[in-house]
Nanobody, 117 residues
Framework: QVRLVESGGGLVEPGGSLRLSCVGS????????MYWYRQVPGKERERVAQ?????????DYANSVQGRFAISRDNAKNTVYLQMNNLKPEDTAVYSC?????????WGQGTQVTVSS
């Protein structure tokens, strides 16, 4: 079965960096587009970044993170990463990765990122 497991969240001061990881299993990882989303309680889930399948040549970012966040993938490790730099308090959220398979969405459990001094 499809499984996604995120890690790497934590507490960081404004201006700091974190790298999130999402390990996938149960599907052909290199064939799937991968996404990072984030959600704050009481707000809609926001798509943060996405990366195309195979070599990951195509990447897209939300305007709010453009130039600060970078998505990448290592198909040999079945892992997608989200490098987050120059973090701001408004980046505080639960970050989750997502993929789709035959029209069904699969989500990880999420990892909390808190940006605070």
């Amino acid at each position: 079965q499809v499984r996604l497991v995120e890690s790497g969240g934590g507490l960081v001061e404004p201006g700091g960096s974190l790298r999130l990881s999402c390990v996938g299993s149960g599907f052909p990882f290199n064939q799937n587009v991968m996404y990072w989303y984030r959600q704050v309680p009481g707000k809609e889930r926001e798509r943060v970044a996405q990366i195309s399948n195979s070599g990951g040549r195509y990447k897209d970012y939300a305007n709010s993170v453009q130039g600060r966040f970078a998505i990448s993938r290592d198909n040999a490790k079945n892992t997608v990463y989200l490098q987050m730099n120059n973090l701001k308090p408004e980046d505080t959220a639960v970050y989750s990765c997502k993929t789709t398979r035959f029209g069904v969405e699969y989500w990880g459990q999420g990892t909390q990122v808190t940006v605070s001094s």
